[in-house]
């Protein structure tokens, strides 16, 4: 077979099926969470008909002859060749990752899954402070991200690349992201909403403030998960997620991804990379690091997915029930969950939560609460509740509770939970799909 037969004939294929991915975008959110890009020409012509994506174990493609070869490894055709760089399973989830951050956005979006949250992060972030690019450089985050990023950033950037970290206390307050971004900062950082202090920042301020000096905003969307929130909408450049949690609500894989829009803003990487951020890491710097998701954690990513609006919906209308409880019980110091009015944040997050195609308010399912009588009286709580179970996890279909200072956070040190205000009394609870009032029985009981 000569290479040019072999390339008209897989672009043929390949045409019929962005034609009915095309057509897949213009369909409502739910209906593409349990399609996505695997279509009806894609099942039958290339799996055997299969109404469910395979999940493909095969470490790698053979290929008919030298020019197939010679042409898949010059990424002249669509091929998948080892799955480090691609798989068929991983690349659907891929496609229905894209095809939901951009959903309502003018821009198209790309996704690259990768082994884990952290590592979806990582090959975000290190792009922008590569020495190819050498000069000043310094990152601007809030400082209530998540622990594992907390740590990426202040011990592997700060201290063993030089970046400067500039920490923001107050993610609500525009003035101190404005002082600290400037010409050096090679991206700005959040979470919406951020894992466990549930702080909020808006999306579409600092996204201006971040574009005016050329930066990339990178923002964590793990706890909102397209159902209810879609960060490149607002005018965010790249989205990352743990896939781990909500997303994979059945908590059976550990995986992560990070979806860009197309023609990103930053003065710090080629033309190429801005171009298709997240399909430039897939082919160069994802496969030389090796960080790739595992076909099969791939096949239970999609899986969850298909029902995520209605899971979502409920999870949030548990948690908003069990919140209101923990508000008005007297053993109760504080609860922050961003659907009470009493959360700071309450407006940021009444702009950005929002149940996708209804629009009405849902705030996900993770909320935080200080227990009276401090560190003690928490433990205590914990270690009266029975069928929430005590676990560093969240995301579940399962109610979880912990205590940061003692778990996910214990490594940030006095300072660094002062930082992103973690106090000793608090329990970072995540509301299942049990019925709630059993939820808020239980809870009775162990605040009792
Ligand atoms: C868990 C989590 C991560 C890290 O994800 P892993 O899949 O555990 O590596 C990142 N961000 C947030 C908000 C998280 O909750």
């Known amino acids: 077979m000569s290479l040019d037969s072999v390339v008209s004939e897989v672009k043929a294929k390949q045409e019929v099926w962005e034609k009915e991915i095309s057509q897949m975008r213009g369909k409502k959110f739910a209906t593409i969470c349990v399609h996505g890009a695997y279509t009806k020409h894609e099942a039958i012509a290339n799996n055997q008909g299969a109404i469910i994506e395979p999940v493909y174990t095969s470490t790698s493609q053979a290929f008919l002859d030298a020019d197939c070869l010679e042409a898949a490894l010059a990424y002249k055709i669509p091929a998948w060749a080892y799955s480090r760089i691609a798989n068929p399973t991983i690349g659907y989830l891929e496609l229905m990752l894209s095809m939901l951050e951009s959903y309502g956005a003018p821009r198209r979006a790309s996704a690259c899954c990768t082994s884990s949250g952290m590592a979806a992060i990582r090959a975000a972030a290190e792009p922008f402070i590569s020495e190819e690019k050498p000069g000043r450089k310094n990152i601007v985050s809030m400082a209530q991200v998540y622990g594992g990023t907390f740590q990426l950033f202040s011990e592997r950037f700060a201290k063993e690349r030089g970046v400067e970290v500039r920490w923001v206390e107050n993610p609500a307050d525009l003035s101190e992201w404005a002082s600290k971004v400037d010409a050096d900062t090679r991206f700005v950082y959040g979470e919406i909403p951020s894992n466990p202090g549930i702080m909020l920042f808006d999306i579409e301020e600092v996204a201006k403030l971040a574009h005016a000096q050329g930066a990339p905003l990178i923002t964590d969307s793990t706890l909102s998960t397209p159902a209810l929130c879609r960060p490149l909408e607002h005018g965010s450049d790249i989205v990352v997620h743990s896939l781990t949690k909500s997303m994979t609500w059945s908590g059976r894989a550990v995986a992560g991804a990070l979806v860009s829009r197309e023609n990103i803003m930053s003065g710090a990487i080629s033309e190429e990379a801005k171009r298709d951020f997240a399909?430039?890491?897939?082919?160069?710097?994802?496969?030389?690091?090796?960080?790739?998701?595992?076909?099969?954690?791939?096949?239970?990513?999609?899986?969850?997915?298909?029902?995520?609006?209605?899971?979502?919906?409920?999870?949030?209308?548990?948690?908003?029930?069990?919140?209101?409880?923990?508000?008005?019980?007297?053993?109760?110091?504080?609860?922050?969950?961003?659907?009470?009015?009493?959360?700071?944040?309450?407006?940021?997050?009444?702009?950005?939560?929002?149940?996708?195609?209804?629009?009405?308010?849902?705030?996900?399912?993770?909320?935080?609460?200080?227990?009276?009588?401090?560190?003690?009286?928490?433990?205590?709580?914990?270690?009266?509740?029975?069928?929430?179970?005590?676990?560093?996890?969240?995301?579940?279909?399962?109610?979880?509770?912990?205590?940061?200072?003692?778990?996910?956070?214990?490594?940030?040190?006095?300072?660094?939970?002062?930082?992103?205000?973690?106090?000793?009394?608090?329990?970072?609870?995540?509301?299942?799909?049990?019925?709630?009032?059993?939820?808020?029985?239980?809870?009775?009981?162990?605040?009792?």
């Open 279 to 448: 399909g430039w890491v897939k082919l160069w710097p994802l496969r030389d690091a090796g960080a790739c998701i595992s076909p099969d954690n791939a096949s239970r990513v999609l899986d969850c997915v298909r029902v995520l609006p209605g899971i979502m919906d409920l999870l949030s209308r548990n948690a908003m029930k069990v919140a209101t409880f923990l508000e008005g019980h007297p053993g109760v110091e504080r609860v922050h969950y961003p659907g009470l009015p009493s959360h700071p944040q309450h407006a940021i997050a009444k702009k950005y939560m929002r149940l996708v195609d209804t629009g009405e308010n849902r705030f996900g399912h993770l909320l935080s609460f200080e227990v009276k009588g401090g560190h003690a009286s928490a433990r205590r709580v914990l270690d009266r509740l029975k069928f929430i179970f005590n676990a560093t996890d969240l995301g579940r279909i399962k109610s979880v509770a912990v205590i940061p200072t003692i778990s996910t956070h214990q490594q940030q040190g006095e300072e660094g939970r002062k930082k992103a205000r973690i106090p000793a009394s608090l329990v970072r609870l995540c509301v299942g799909a049990e019925d709630a009032d059993d939820i808020i029985g239980e809870l009775k009981e162990a605040l009792e």
